[in-house]
């Protein structure tokens, strides 16, 4: 019987990521912060029960409300989330799955025109995710303030 568990692990073996119910839809992302922590589009699985073990890994506050986890030894870019909730996007290029797919680029309005996918996949702009996105943020915030957990 196969399992659908899949694990993955930084360049030098540091950082080590179990999926326990992996999705194989990735989302791109073409925002101008992830375009400069990579050098082109950073692509992760949607994986809120990921598993992320290793004495390598090291957080960056990235912005006012997210950070992102890399492997101190060798680089490689593990995971983006937001500092209050919790969503988890794991680094899709770091596991060894061929059947994974691009569903959804989002912060299409920022993606440079020298690169293009060739995927079939839902488009979403800065505004639309900006909507998507302030209503949760805004929540967790006032209540982490007043010290509900949200």
């Not at 870019?77 to 060894?96: D, M, N, Q, T, Y």
């Not at 569903?103 to 079939?120: G, L, Q, S, T, V």
């Not at 909507?131 to 915030?141: C, G």
């Amino acid at each position: 019987m196969k399992t659908s568990n899949i694990s993955g692990s930084c360049l030098c073996g540091g950082v080590t990521v179990s999926l326990p119910s992996p999705a194989r839809d990735v989302g791109v992302c073409h925002c101008g912060t992830c375009r400069s922590w990579g050098s082109g589009p950073w692509m992760a699985l949607q994986a809120p029960g990921a598993v992320i073990d290793g004495g390598c890994l090291k957080v960056y506050k990235s912005s006012s409300f997210a950070e992102r986890g890399f492997c101190a030894r060798c680089g490689t870019h593990i995971f983006h989330r937001p500092r209050l909730g919790s969503e988890l996007a794991v680094s899709a290029g770091i596991f060894k799955a061929t059947d994974f797919y691009v569903a959804r680029e989002i912060f299409i309005d920022a993606k440079p025109p020298f690169y293009r996918f060739k995927a079939d996949s839902m488009k979403t702009t800065r505004a639309r995710m900006i909507l998507e996105w302030f209503p949760k943020l805004a929540f967790r915030a006032v209540h982490s303030i007043s010290g509900r957990k949200v």
